[in-house]
């Protein structure tokens, strides 16, 4: 069983920066690689990017590529989202998931993020 906080969300201005948590509990989340997606009012949830169980591999949406990045400390058991750059349409409920095999049976409560232009 794995638990999943995500933290670090807020309002910020068009251009800004977030950096964004998701701290785990369970001993197995270092062996998972974990996602973030996001879902904005009215919208599917997307997305977003994620990593491999040991940071060696990250992929992005294309809609985010070259402003955020994603990383992980699996001696924190946390995985981070730095956010730059960022647009008004990336407004939206943030969401970390993790699971075996590259699933997401896992997830974390959200955090909102909300940028003004």
């Known amino acids: 069983q794995v638990q999943l906080v995500e933290s670090g969300g807020g309002l910020v201005q068009a251009g800004g920066s977030l950096s964004l948590s998701c701290a785990a509990s369970?001993?197995?989340?270092?062996?998972?690689?974990v996602a973030w997606f996001r879902q904005a009012p009215g919208k599917e949830r997307e997305f977003v990017a994620d990593?491999?169980?040991?940071?060696?591999?990250?992929s992005y949406a294309n809609s985010v590529k070259g402003r955020f990045t994603v990383s992980r400390d699996n001696a924190k058991n946390t995985v981070y989202l730095q956010m730059n750059s960022l647009k008004p349409e990336d407004t939206a409920v943030y969401y970390c998931?993790?699971?075996?095999?590259?699933?997401?049976?896992?997830w974390g409560q959200g955090t909102q993020v909300t940028v003004s232009s």
């Open positions: 990593i491999s169980w040991n940071g060696g591999t990250t």
């Open positions: 998931a993790t699971g075996p095999g590259g699933r997401s049976d896992y």
């Open positions: 369970g001993r197995t989340f270092s062996s998972y690689a």
